[in-house]
Structures are given as C-alpha cells and as structure tokens.
C-alpha cells in the first residue's frame, strides 16, 4: 500500500487496477449483507472458499463478499460473473454443485434459478422482475465490490469525484453543482441540499462540522444500514466533497449502535482511506485537511433529529432544543454544522461525476434523482429497492414488490416511518415524490414503505404507531408527551370496545395540537397515522366505535370465534391445539367453543384445515 500523492496517482492506481480485472474471470459474489448473514451467508461462504481450494480453484475464480444487493426475500443471494447468473437462497448444501456445474462446466443448477410470477426462469440478475423496474443508481455499486476493500471501490471509479473536485473545482463550484442538481435530503423533510451547505459555508466561524446521519430507528428501515454495510467508502465520499465546499475539516458519522456490521465495515473503510491518504491532512497532496469520526448512538429514535443528534454527539442526553437558530449556524458545539443523511451523501459523488444535468433529467419536476425504499409487511417481494422519483406506489407494490401474498387484497400502505401516513387502496396510482406523498398526508421520510392487507385493521396500525412513538418521545414538551399518551388511550378505548362517537373528533383536535405545538419534527409529524387512518378509514374506526365490531378480526376484544356445524369434520386439530380447554367435542363430530374460556388466541383458526373455524 501506498499513500496516493495526487489526483494523477490515484488514476493511475485506477487504471492499473482495472487492468488487472480480468473481465472473463469468474467471480462468485455472496451477499453478505446483515439480512443474508442471519440466514447463514458466512457459512456459505466458508464453504465456497473450502471447495475452490479443494478443486485448486482459488486463483482462477474470485470469491467475493458483497454488501445487500436488494432482494433480501430471496438471500442468500450469490450472482456469479461474468455471465450475471443469479441463484436464490443458497444453502452450504448447493456449494458444491454450484462449484462443478456452473463454475466448472458452466451449467445452470435450475433449482437455484428465480421463478418470475410469470412462471418463466430469470437466468441473470436484470432477468429478475423485481429489478426491472429498479434505477439502481446507488445501491447498484453493492454488488460490484467487497466493501471492507478500498482497492475494490476505486477500481470501479470511486474517489474519482473527490479526485475530480480538489484537482480542478474550487468549493463555490462544487457548491454550484450540487445547488443546481436540486438534490434534496434522503432523511425525511427533503429540504435542498446546497442550499443547506451554502448556510453552513456562509454562516460565522471558521470551525464548521460535517455530520452524516446514521441512526435510522423506523420500524422497518434498513436503507442506511444497508448502504454503510456494502458501500461505506460512498458515504466517506460524499462527506470529503461536501467538506471541502463548506470549509470544514472534522466530520462524525452518527450511527446506531444496533448496527455492528455497519461499524466494523466503517471503522474499515476509515482506516484504509487515511492509509491512501483520501482522509486526514494533505487529501491527495492538495493541502485540504478532513477527519472523520464515529459516534454511536443509543438508539433512542428522537436522537434522528438534528439538535438532539448533536446533544447525543456532544455526550449530552438526546433531547430536541428549539429551532430559533438552524443547525447550520449553530450546531454541534455551538457552531457551524452541515447534517445530511447517508443517502444523501452518498448520491454527491455521483453527482460530480456525472454533472447536474444528469441528475436532473431523472425523476420529477420538483423531486430529482432516485430513492431507496425499505418495501416490508405483507407483500411477496421484501427488500430495497431504488426507483426514480416519480414511480408510482402500483408500480412498486405490484411489479417491483410482485404484490400481495395469498391471494389476498392491497389495504394500505405507510410511508415515511411511524410519523408517515397511511395511503389506501384508492390512490395506488399516486407518484412517488416530496409534493404528492406530503398532499395525502404521508411523507417520503427516510424511505420506510410497509404495506398492509385486508387483515390489517387500520386503528390498530394507528395504535401502534403512537405507542411506538410515545414510548421514542423524550418527554420533553408538553404538546407530545401528554398528547401522544392520550390518543394512545383513546386508541386503546376504540380497540377494546369503549369508544364513542366523540373519540374521532377528540382524535383529529390532539393531532392538530401535536402538529402546532410540538417543540420537533417527531410531534410535528406523529399525528399522520391517526390523521390518514381516520381520512381514509373512517368507517372502520365507526364500526369499532357504534358496531363493537373490528372488521378486519385483528381487535381481540371485538371478535369472537365459533364453530361452523357444516364444515366441521370433528378431526380434533382444534381441541388439540387450545391453550385454555375452550373447545370440546367428539372425535368425527363437530366440536363447540365455550366462549367463555376462550382468550382469542386464535390459535383454533390458525390450525383448522377446513376453514370451520370462523372468526367474527
């Protein structure tokens, strides 16, 4: 290793390195990403190391861990190059029939193939439906390089940005660049991103910092995760330009400790870009100084705000301070601070690469460039998926995310995290960006989409997300602590059955007081799930309310379980499978529930085979 003197050296490392690529070699990428590895994607590639040694294949075909590549339902993923052959959920059994059929004789092990709903074979990656529709612009580069390797990452042009930038650009350009890209910020409020950095730059003081924003604490996320884990050096990227056009020269990423690969993979790629002599003093011998560190969070979900961000960075607790001074010219230690969020900051050097112009002519009027989304809940295909802004929600859920499973019918889905909002079946057609998501009452946010089936009740799911922000609320200011634990009352009230007509208006008078009053953006923010859910699922929160009635059989203390006569076979599963003794019958005739003892577990639905179990 040697440290990279100047931008003319490290292209020539570059070019060097992509030399000695050899295109036409085989090279077996396993996803090795938190998701995969949970389903043993390290003992996988253990084994793939083992049988290439035994069959004196270790020279002629490279194996490589990769950071998530997006299809988490279908991991472990291996893509074998250079023929782009995708195999789903591979096991250490396939090994070794991978090994001699495909990387040997160059055969496909069919089992192995992904079966589009279509029913035909997707023999390569772009085969794969739910990548066609994608515009993996960000996330693409994690199935490209291992990403604990710094040599990967610049053989495949990274670094060439920053190179690029403190080799011929002076920080207004970059600052000009970035402005007219009309980038806006991944993490939530999707405020302009160079004109949060002209702020910075502009404002008094000449110690400025520069913060990523790692702690992602939505139910469901894994975006930001899923970039550091497999392309970390991205991110340090971003921050290096963004440095430079501000005039800062300390950095922090803040990032949740929950997340120990994501730590290990920075804390790598930090220490190898100081040894090539892209961090610290005399980036690329041009004189330009930037350190980065990293802080863990706690995980508390407030700490996603920037003021408390910063609290928790400085070692205080992480309690919002009002906004009277924005961050940029009082931050971190009372001073100039410039926070974006990991996807934010990794699009930058893209950015420069490819110029404005080609990051304005993707997405929408007002909303550029692509988004990363975390597509969970009752859908076939989980995982991340980058699209252009602007694709609709059907396109998503249907033709990316492959639809519902079981049959069963599209309700609702929520985006933006627990302070998004719940869009329905109705607006499916609705494009995805900042304005339209923001004038239905949800949010982009970081990029959580979950979605819900006709068995999810819709006063449950706002339920839930206000106890879950109740319980993330630092207490505070008033408006949120005390607001947010009375609507989880009343909430719980129309859920057991002891709502009444005037709960609803109660309801939308709170959210309206949250949203005035709250000191930061998670009170601000938290009364859209209850807001939309009673905008678009009225009629639920009345059946629970006048019926005593859960319609979607979710609520436990307004649904009842009985036996239908007719259906009932008397095969036992049901008397076998109670907990409390609440089922009686006779072998070959139909059994009986004493709803008296039954607790509404619904175990006896969950067993019966021949749907005789109803619940109402």
């Not at 009752?378 to 998926?385: D, E, F, S, Y």
């Not at 993330?472 to 129309?494: A, H």
């Not at 002891?498 to 949203?515: A, H, P, Q, W, Y």
């Amino acid at each position: 290793m040697t440290r990279l003197k100047d931008s003319a050296e490290m292209e020539e490392l570059r070019q060097r390195l992509e030399k000695e690529r050899d295109l036409n070699k085989s090279v077996i990428s396993v996803c090795n990403g938190t998701g995969c590895q949970a389903l043993g994607s390290e003992s996988v590639l253990s084994a793939f190391k083992k049988e290439l040694g035994d069959q004196k294949l270790g020279e002629k075909v490279d194996l490589r861990p990769i950071g998530c590549p997006g299809f988490c339902e279908m991991g472990p993923i291996v893509v074998i190059q250079p023929d782009n052959i995708f195999y789903k959920l591979v096991t250490v059994e396939d090994v070794i029939e991978i090994v001699s059929d495909t990387i040997i004789n160059g055969k496909l092990v069919d089992r192995l193939l992904y079966e589009n709903p279509s029913g035909e074979k997707a023999v390569h990656e772009d085969d794969v439906d739910f990548y066609k529709k994608q515009m993996r612009v960000v996330i693409g580069d994690n199935s490209r390089i291992d990403p604990t390797n710094i040599l990967d990452y610049i053989a495949i042009g990274g670094y060439s940005a920053l190179a690029k930038v403190l080799s011929t650009m002076t920080p207004d350009e970059v600052l000009d660049e970035i402005k007219t890209s009309d980038l806006r910020g991944r993490g939530g409020a999707g405020f302009p991103a160079g004109r949060k950095w002209e702020a910075c730059r502009d404002a008094e003081g000449e110690i400025k910092y520069v913060i990523c924003n790692a702690d992602e604490g939505d139910p469901g996320a894994f975006m930001d995760r899923s970039l550091l884990e497999g392309n970390p050096h991205s991110v340090l990227e971003g921050m290096i330009i963004g440095a430079f056009a501000i005039g800062s020269h300390e950095g922090y990423v803040y990032v949740r400790n929950e997340y120990p690969l994501a730590v290990k993979v920075l804390e790598i790629a930090i220490k190898q870009a100081k040894e090539y002599g892209l961090l610290g003093e005399e980036i690329l011998g041009t004189g330009f100084d930037f350190t980065v560190k990293i802080s863990r969070g706690g995980g508390a979900f407030v700490c996603g705000e920037s003021t408390a961000l910063m609290a928790s960075i400085e070692g205080r607790p992480g309690d919002p301070s009002p906004k009277y001074v924005h961050t940029t010219e009082k931050g971190l230690w009372n001073r100039p601070s410039n926070l974006n969020n990991v996807e934010t900051w990794a699009n930058v050097p893209y950015i420069i690469n490819n110029g404005s112009d080609w990051y304005r002519n993707i997405g929408t009027e007002t909303s550029k460039g692509t988004k990363i989304f975390s597509l969970v809940g009752k859908i076939n295909n989980t995982g991340l998926v980058e699209v252009p802004m602007g694709i609709t929600l059907r396109e998503i859920i249907y033709d990316i995310g492959g639809g519902i499973p079981n049959g069963r019918r599209f309700k609702a889905v929520q985006t933006g995290g627990p302070s998004g909002g719940c869009i329905p079946e109705s607006l499916l057609d609705l494009p995805v960006d900042y304005e339209s998501l923001s004038e239905h009452g949800s949010m982009m946010g970081s990029g959580g989409m979950i979605v819900m089936d006709e068995d999810t009740c819709m006063v449950d799911v706002a339920r839930y997300f206000i106890k879950f922000l109740e319980g993330e609320s630092c207490g505070k200011c008033v408006p949120c602590r005390e607001g947010l634990e009375r609507m989880g009352e009343i909430l719980d009230g129309i859920c057991e059955g002891r709502g009444k007509e005037s709960d609803i208006m109660l309801l939308e008078d709170l959210c309206e007081l949250l949203s005035d009053a709250s000191l930061c953006g998670l009170g601000t923010t938290a009364a859209n799930p209850v807001l939309t859910t009673i905008a678009y699922f009225r009629d639920e929160y009345s059946a629970h309310i006048t019926e005593k009635r859960c319609p979607a059989g979710v609520c436990r203390d307004l649904i009842h379980y009985t036996i239908d006569e007719t259906a009932c076979t008397g095969c036992g599963a049901c008397l076998k499978a109670c907990p409390e003794g609440a089922i009686t019958g006779e072998k070959k005739e139909v059994h009986t529930i004493n709803a008296g003892k039954c607790i509404k577990c619904g175990i006896c639905y969950d067993v019966c085979k021949f749907d005789a179990v109803r619940k109402e």
